[in-house]
């Protein structure tokens, strides 16, 4: 027997007993699986779930019919059928999972295919970069430009009286648009996109120098951090009273 499939199961061995000898006199060869142990604990049966009639595969639908004919098996329960034959010739061969009794194979099976959407589903409900970026306003604590250490100063918030003590220069992202705080001048205006997981700041119309080029993105809940090959803007999020 080369790969068994159980067709039908028993709670006694004295009732396997005539099904197994008129299906071997049929020519097909069967293995009862468990029966050893429920000879020995007889009571344990039903708590193993009785004793296990297999086939080889190539029989399993023959010896189901036959069984439906002598009126062993409901004919309106399906047996073994074509699916189960098919599932086991599919998933034998897995690695650990197709050393398992078929029905245990199927159940793992499912419980996989099962939880396969979740990754998908927290995906869904976790924020995008591009979502986080623009859902708010950064206040930038320092900017380093080639190893030096940089406070901005925007003229334009001192003359609106835009300084707070949460926030004082603000790095703000809108639709493709990006504000920039300045060093002693008015804010920097220019755009931005994501390019493979990157922020590409360009079209600067100033300090392109300092500010133009791929920034790597590290954010999370209260800090954002973009770095260039020359340029790193350290944020935090904005306080809001």
Same mark, same amino acid.
């Given at each position: @027997?080369?790969?068994? =499939?159980?067709?039908?199961?028993?709670?006694?061995?004295?009732?396997?007993?005539?099904?197994?000898?008129?299906?071997?006199?049929?020519? +097909?060869?069967?293995?009862?699986?468990?029966? &050893?142990? /429920?000879?020995?604990?007889?009571? @344990?049966?039903?708590?193993?779930?009785?004793?296990?009639?297999? =086939?080889?595969?190539?029989?399993?639908?023959?010896?189901?019919?036959?069984?439906?004919?002598?009126?062993?098996?409901?004919?309106?329960?399906?047996?073994?059928?074509?699916?189960?034959?098919?599932?086991?010739?599919?998933?034998?061969?897995?690695?650990?999972?197709?050393?398992?009794?078929?029905?245990?194979?199927?159940?793992?099976?499912?419980?996989?295919?099962?939880?396969?959407?979740?990754?998908?589903?927290?995906?869904?409900?976790?924020?995008?970069?591009?979502?986080?970026?623009?859902?708010?306003?950064?206040? /930038?604590?320092?900017?380093?430009?080639?190893?030096?250490?940089?406070?901005?100063?925007?003229?334009?918030?001192?003359?609106?009286?835009?300084?707070?003590?949460?926030?004082?220069?603000?790095?703000?992202?809108?639709?493709? /648009?990006?504000?920039?705080?300045?060093?002693?001048?008015?804010?920097? @205006?220019?755009?931005?996109?994501?390019?493979?997981?990157?922020?590409?700041?360009?079209?600067?119309?100033?300090?392109?120098?300092?500010?133009?080029?791929?920034?790597? +993105?590290?954010?999370?809940?209260?800090? &954002?951090?973009?770095?260039?090959?020359?340029?790193?803007?350290?944020?935090? @999020?904005?306080?809001?009273?």
């Amino acid at each position: @027997m080369t790969r068994p =499939v159980t067709i039908a199961t028993f709670t006694y061995p004295s009732e396997l007993a005539v099904i197994r000898a008129r299906l071997e006199s049929e020519g +097909i060869e069967c293995f009862a699986a468990d029966e &050893l142990t /429920v000879q020995v604990y007889n009571l @344990m049966s039903n708590a193993m779930g009785g004793i296990r009639l297999q =086939v080889d595969e190539k029989d399993a639908v023959r010896a189901t019919e036959l069984l439906k004919e002598w009126g062993q098996i409901p004919e309106e329960e399906p047996g073994v059928g074509a699916f189960w034959i098919k599932f086991n010739r599919l998933t034998h061969n897995l690695p650990w999972i197709g050393k398992l009794q078929l029905q245990l194979r199927f159940l793992v099976l499912l419980g996989i295919i099962g939880l396969t959407p979740l990754p998908f589903l927290y995906a869904s409900l976790v924020p995008s970069v591009k979502s986080q970026l623009m859902s708010q306003n950064w206040c /930038v604590n320092y900017i380093t430009f080639d190893g030096q250490y940089f406070e901005p100063k925007t003229i334009e918030n001192r003359e609106r009286n835009l300084t707070s003590e949460s926030c004082s220069e603000t790095l703000m992202f809108a639709r493709r /648009v990006m504000i920039i705080p300045g060093f002693q001048s008015r804010p920097v @205006m220019g755009k931005w996109e994501l390019i493979d997981d990157e922020v590409y700041i360009s079209e600067l119309d100033t300090f392109e120098h300092i500010f133009e080029g791929f920034y790597a +993105i590290e954010i999370n809940d209260q800090t &954002l951090v973009l770095t260039s090959e020359h340029t790193t803007i350290h944020c935090k @999020m904005e306080a809001h009273p």
